[in-house]
């Protein structure tokens, strides 16, 4: 944002960002004549470290304040006292009830550990008046409101500053923000609510916070527990009669600072950076679609994506930098949930072209690995590594249901991470990461089921998330297609990684046959992929966990006819059983499923679903049925963005995947779907692929490689011709081309 001018030049701003930003279209922008009426519709900045939502609430324009390391991190006390094998003897001996109080009770009986809020900023809107217009540029994060009396509203997030910028424009009035803290200390009890609900703030008992203010200036001192402490600092300055500007930032643990704007400079707040983050990160890869409301689904989503994302922040927590703004904790303590939320979060990443920001998720399991090496060693009496599957931003275990926020295989869908990181970069360092995790998960699996197999006492437990939800029928005696999908994956990951690094390193040589072996084939019937042995999937449930090996571990490949007709029968007996009891991540990672099997007309159906549903009206998704239940029994609004960014990754599907190491563009596209185009999204081996599809048939496929390799593409044309390479060099064998190709270099196939 410039420095704030009158409103003419203003929009010739906007103009001007929108044409540098050649995608995404000012038609995804978010668009609105009123102001949002509640925090889960306000309108999102972010910039991975600081969040903000912006809202009426009464009569007061509202910014929500928000830090993503914002964290009460104290301890539950019961957790550290479980132990796996007394979880195995209670189960043994029907007594669940005693884990339950020690594994789950605590996570609704302590308000803490939990994501905390920061603070708001208000402006009274008696004085604004009525809002003419308002939008989000998501092309540059940048929200603009005007209202009737002419007075323009300026808001965004520096992407790479933790600094936020707020001013006014056309404005001879004293528009003075008015800090409002969060009733930590209000006097009230505190009621208990449930995890989903939220629990009162008071609940936590911190000291009451300070507030000091100076004529441009308010600084909010707030103590947390153990002598941690935050702080949140306003600054504002009317630097000619028509304008106001102001700023504001949020530290943990140190005193908040802020630099003075230096008027004398052109862009006194940065401006030129912070556009040119934007313009990178939407260089990177783009795509056109003839669905207008999944289109611009996947570029809000998209844009959510590079809000909270960065490679030196903690991952994405379930509402990452948009904590709750109503009194409340968030939803579920805005905690790390790893049986899916954080996971498919980062989905659409790593095609989008994205991989600087989804090693922001790998760089923070590396830091976070010696508490969870602990864990495991404390709770499984086992080396290795595993991690639980519900923590708090420093790793550490928060209980729940402990089926899976204690489950022996997380670590291993973890590893999926790291594995991707590694094959869609093909660098060395990605690669060396990926071994060593996916080379201490396996001891730790191998030691785990060796266990299993030489004591008779020790009766496998096994689960599949969330089925039979907290209830002693949630573990199972034999193993889970769950757990059996992701021990597999891990054995398979290595092989692959050392099969496609071996420039690298000498070959390394795999354990001989083991108890991962021996966990023989997925267990089937006439209903496809069970949940279990004797366990069918008997109704609608909102997690996917029986399915693991169709997606997102792809081990089963529809393109085998053994695994195609195991794939259908899973898929229709899914269809049978319905969506009732989905929420709304089930539709986006179903749309991915149905993608990765080549069915183009349902998946589309499920990212529509998904999209007129399951979002409130700035595209947050909201996990239950906002139709009234028109899909789904679920009609609750907890916000949580893992179902955002399964949509994105749904999406990507449908235009690119790479499937043992074959990559295959428009590979799920509706035949109705006439023209649709992308620009270098990411495949598997550091490929960037871009192709456009004109009136049913693909026109060009143009591919850059990073990293040199041959590239294997399966022809997507009968005639075809090539350049950047001597057509004599590509070989092509049962309908795939083979390119062979340098470091940095770029064909371009194009039909006859």
Not at 247 to 257: C, F, G, H, L, M
Not at 522 to 547: C, I, K, M, W
Request: hydrophobic share 40%; aromatic share 12%.
């Amino acid at each position: 944002m410039p420095i704030l001018k009158p409103l003419p030049l203003l929009f010739s701003f906007v103009l001007l960002a929108n044409c540098i930003a050649a995608q995404p279209q000012p038609a995804h922008d978010l668009q609105f004549n009123q102001l949002p009426q509640r925090w889960d519709e306000g309108i999102p900045l972010g910039n991975g470290w600081l969040g903000a939502l912006i809202w009426q609430k009464e009569n007061k324009l509202r910014l929500s304040l928000d830090r993503v390391d914002l964290w009460d991190d104290r301890p539950m006390p019961e957790i550290d006292k479980l132990k796996f094998s007394w979880v195995v003897e209670k189960v043994i001996r029907n007594q669940y009830d005693s884990v339950q109080k020690i594994g789950d009770e605590p996570y609704e009986k302590y308000p803490a550990p939990t994501k905390i809020p920061g603070a708001a900023i208000e402006f009274d809107l008696a004085k604004l008046g009525k809002l003419s217009s308002g939008r989000l540029h998501i092309n540059n994060g940048l929200s603009t409101m005007l209202f009737e009396n002419g007075v323009v509203f300026n808001n965004y997030i520096h992407a790479t500053r933790e600094t936020g910028y707020f001013g006014f424009e056309n404005c001879t009035i004293d528009m003075i923000p008015e800090l409002m803290i969060p009733a930590y200390n209000s006097g009230k009890a505190g009621g208990t609510g449930s995890s989903v609900e939220g629990q009162g703030l008071e609940r936590l008992g911190y000291a009451k916070g300070t507030v000091t203010k100076t004529h441009s200036s308010i600084r909010y001192h707030q103590p947390t527990y153990q002598g941690h402490y935050y702080e949140v600092l306003v600054q504002w300055f009317r630097p000619a009669k028509y304008r106001v500007i102001g700023q504001w930032t949020i530290s943990n643990d140190k005193p908040a600072v802020l630099i003075k704007p230096d008027f004398t400079k052109a862009e006194p707040t940065f401006w030129p950076t912070h556009i040119a983050w934007w313009k990178d990160y939407w260089s990177r890869s783009s795509l056109r679609i003839p669905d207008e409301k999944i289109e611009r689904q996947y570029y809000l989503d998209m844009y959510k994506f590079a809000c909270v994302a960065r490679g030196n922040t903690p991952p994405i927590s379930l509402q990452a930098i948009w904590t709750a703004d109503n009194g409340n904790l968030p939803p579920w303590k805005g905690d790390f949930h790893h049986d899916l939320n954080t996971q498919l979060s980062y989905w659409p990443g790593y095609a989008s072209n994205h991989l600087d920001l989804t090693a922001g998720y790998t760089n923070w399991l590396l830091k976070v690995r010696k508490e969870n090496e602990r864990w495991t060693r404390q709770y499984f009496e086992l080396p290795g590594l595993n991690v639980p599957g519900v923590t708090t931003i420093s790793g550490k275990e928060m209980g729940g249901w402990i089926q899976y926020s204690m489950s022996p295989t997380t670590s291993a869908w973890l590893a999926q991470h790291f594995y991707w990181q590694a094959m869609f970069s093909k660098k060395r360092t990605d690669y060396e990461q990926a071994l060593a995790w996916l080379t201490d998960v396996e001891l730790f699996l191998y030691r785990y089921l060796e266990k299993e197999e030489l004591d008779p006492s020790f009766i496998a437990l096994s689960s599949s998330p969330e089925y039979h939800d907290n209830s002693v029928k949630a573990w199972f005696r034999y193993t889970t297609n769950y757990d059996k999908a992701l021990v597999k994956f891990v054995r398979y990951a290595k092989q692959q990684l050392i099969q496609h690094f071996n420039q690298f390193f000498p070959p390394v040589i795999l354990a001989e046959e083991d108890a991962i072996e021996k966990l023989g084939a997925f267990d089937a019937n006439e209903t496809g992929l069970t949940v279990a042995p004797n366990q069918n999937l008997d109704q609608s449930h909102r997690h996917l966990s029986p399915y693991m090996a169709i997606y997102p571990l792809c081990l089963l490949n529809v393109d085998k006819a053994a695994d195609k007709k195991l794939i259908d029968l899973s898929l229709r007996h899914i269809e049978k059983l319905g969506t009732r009891e989905w929420c709304g991540y089930s539709f986006s990672w179903m749309a991915c499923m149905y993608a990765r099997c080549r069915e183009a007309d349902s998946a589309v159906s499920m990212l529509n679903k998904f999209a007129s549903n399951f979002v409130s009206s700035n595209s947050f998704h909201l996990n239950g049925d906002q139709k009234g239940g028109q899909y789904s029994n679920f009609t609750y609004r907890p916000f949580t963005l893992e179902g955002n960014f399964a949509f994105a990754q749904g999406v990507q599907e449908l235009l690119i995947q790479t499937r043992e190491g074959v990559i295959e563009v428009f590979p799920a596209i509706p035949e109705r779907w006439k023209d649709v185009s992308f620009r270098t999204l990411r495949a598997e081996r550091a490929f960037l692929v871009s192709a456009v599809k004109e009136n049913g048939v693909v026109k060009e496929v143009v591919v850059k490689s990073e990293a040199g390799g041959t590239c294997l593409l399966r022809l997507p044309f009968k005639n075809w011709t090539i350049t950047g390479i001597d057509r004599s060099k590509v070989k092509v064998r049962d309908g795939v081309m083979m390119v062979p190709m340098s470091k940095g270099q770029s064909v371009r196939m194009s039909n006859e």
